[in-house]
C-alpha cells in the first residue's frame, strides 16, 4: 500500500518558520490533488492548503499569506512553508494526496500527522 511519510514537524517560537515535507513512497502513475490539513486540540480537521490538477491552489483564510504549499512531482514530495508562525498554529498537521495507480485507480492517502506547536 502507498504511504505518505511527513517530517518536519516540531517545537518553533512565535514568528518563527518551519517546512513540513511529505513524501509518498509506492506505485503512483498520477498525483492529482495535494493537500495539508490540521487538526488542533478540542477542534475539527481544517485545510491548510491544496493543490489540485492542474496547479490550483487554494489556503484557509487564516494562513493566506504566511503559509505555501508546493510540490515536486519527480521527487513524490509536497511541501508546507510555514512562515510567520502564531500560538494558534498549533496543531497535528496532515499531508493528504489523491493518487491514481497505474491501472487508473484513484485512492486517497492520509499520513500519519506531525505536531507543530507554536510557542508564545
Known amino acids: 500500500q502507498l504511504q505518505l511519510v511527513e517530517s518536519g514537524g516540531g517545537l518553533v517560537q512565535a514568528g518563527g518558520s518551519l517546512r513540513l515535507s511529505c513524501i509518498a513512497s509506492?506505485?503512483?502513475?498520477?498525483?492529482?490533488?495535494v493537500a495539508w490539513y490540521r487538526q488542533a486540540l478540542g477542534e475539527q480537521r481544517e485545510l491548510v492548503a491544496i493543490?489540485?490538477?492542474?496547479?490550483?491552489?487554494h489556503y484557509a483564510d487564516s494562513v493566506k499569506g504566511r503559509f505555501t504549499i508546493s510540490r515536486d512531482n519527480p521527487k513524490n514530495t509536497v511541501y508546507l512553508q510555514m512562515n510567520s508562525l502564531k500560538p494558534e498554529d498549533t496543531a497535528v498537521y496532515y499531508c493528504?494526496?489523491?493518487?491514481?495507480?497505474?491501472?487508473?485507480?484513484?485512492?486517497?492517502?492520509w499520513g500519519q500527522g506531525t505536531q507543530v506547536t507554536v510557542s508564545s
Open positions: 509506492g506505485s503512483i502513475a498520477r498525483v492529482t490533488a
Open positions: 493543490i489540485a490538477s492542474p496547479s490550483v491552489t
Open positions: 493528504y494526496a489523491r493518487i491514481q495507480n497505474w491501472f487508473g485507480k484513484d485512492n486517497d492517502y
